[in-house]
């Protein structure tokens, strides 16, 4: 471990969410040895605290430990940690712990059918310490000797560990976009080979086009090539550098992600965004469309091809700049090929290329389009932020309407509601929004769809709410059959105004439910319910692919985020890129309508509740 200075300068090593993560995970150390509930608690607190700091902590810790301790939730102890983490990446205190137990058995919790208990169990027992241990452990049949667990817990883990393997090497959109800013952040203070002015990098490849998991971090700079490389290579945040040429150097972080920085000259900068942004199947149709009109697409030029042609025989850079088109911008790439400009989400060789010849490309939503926010979670149930908490964040964000919608009584891990806490809820809901002339605060609840496809809550409960959010957060291991059934019954009594995140899925730790979405959107379109594309970061639920299948079938949406907390809303606009990467416009998109179009048709939903 690299020693920590004595007086500490300021210098950023690592940034807030890695210092916050450190601390998650010496509370999961304390956890996995029983240790004082109450001291891992303070660590969760303290972590809580860094990631939602604007501030960089490095910032505070140049200060001095006095002024860590004026944070909310760090004491003595945990400040000098805090400097020593923020310094070299970890902490005296968390290597002690992971010579005591392998910070790899953490990962055992990773996977759907264990909990801490099992977790235990399998280190203290059998010394599995690592996804890769529990995978040869339960193909050899332990799983079977193990205490307490099942036939059917031990499909669910093996089923589990086969989709983390299918995830490995990938990050979520949000991590990986935090990484890209990142690192963004430093390489623009790399100087661009004119006086005064910074390299010019931007975020290009799956990023750009909004992809819900990514495997490669890409970004495209022009500047001092040497500079830029020599910055790349001392990034704090990777861990090793792969390859490097003259336009290209490829590294991995310390979390194995792969960040690949592509370097070209400002006159190629057009082309190359469009080179390093667009799938392999787009840059195939961009260059077929190319060679139709006599021009040549090739690496981050586009030009004539007979000029290229002759270059390349001639072997003449001269030559070879000479082909090349001036272009400015990327609209001039797509205009010079007859083609209306195809926003980055697009770009995945969808037939995109096909409508922008033909000028059929739909005006996708924006960002700017969402009015509401319409599934959010207060201190009611699992949310960490009061009701007048939630409207003051929305308030700030200019939405003129929401909907508070806690969880019901059998989401219990998540404290849900009864019949009498709901109520005692909307109370509050009704005198906070009366605080409010420029909001319209909607009374609702997130009810859950019960294994026989019942609701959560008496119809005459549900009568008092203004919007009803359905979901499945149970039975996950029902056939097919029954759960598609299950949804449809619920979908049936006219109640629901949006089933939420329809597949139950994790991004990169589980898999969804078996559910039959044909069948599903075909009764969402009949009852009028909306499908839910949840914004959290961690869902993107529905995907792209069911996005446009629902859309083709006449069905609407809700862009939601699922808040539960005020910077939750901010998760807004991962769902935005995923709603763009379906080809949704904001007429497809009930939180887009003003007001009063939005009330008219909760009035007309409400007409069609059929208590049985």
Known sequence: MKEPDAAYDGRLAIDNRDVAGVLERIADLLEFKDENPFKLRSYRVAAETIAEMQQPIAEVAARGAASLQELPGIGKSLSAQIVEIVQTGTSSFFEELKEEIPESVLELRRVSGIGLKTSQQLYRDFGIKSLDELKAFAEGGGLESVTGLGEKTASRIKASLAHLASARGKVRLNEASDLAAAIVEQLRAVNGGQANRAARVEVVGQIRRGCEMVDNVELLASGEAGLLGQTFARLPQLAE???????????????????????????????????????????????????????????????????????????????????????????EFYSALGLEFIAPELREGLGEVAAARDNRLPELIRIEDMRGDFHMHTTWSDGQNSVREMIEAARRRGYQYIAITDHTQSTSIANGNTPAELLKELEEIEAAAREYDDIRVLKGAEVDILSDGSLDMPFDVLDRLDWIVVSIHAGFQQPKEQITERVIRAMETGYPNVFAHPTGRILGERAGYEIDLEQVIAAAREHHVRLELNASPYRLDLNSYWLRVARQAGVGFVISTDSHQTRGFEAMRYGIATARRAWLTRDDVLNTLPLAKLLAELDRKKRQRRPA
């Open 241 to 331: 550098i792969k390859a490097q040429r003259a336009d290209r150097i490829e590294g991995v972080t310390k979390k194995d992600v792969a960040v690949t920085l592509h370097m070209i000259p400002e006159a190629d900068y057009a082309a190359a965004m469009v080179r390093t942004t667009g799938s392999a199947e787009h840059l195939r149709d961009l260059e077929a469309e190319a060679a139709a009109r006599g021009y040549a697409f090739k690496g981050f030029q586009l030009g004539d091809a007979k000029a290229a042609g002759e270059s390349r025989k001639r072997k003449s850079k001269a030559a070879g700049e000479g082909h090349r088109l001036p272009l400015n911008s990327e609209a």
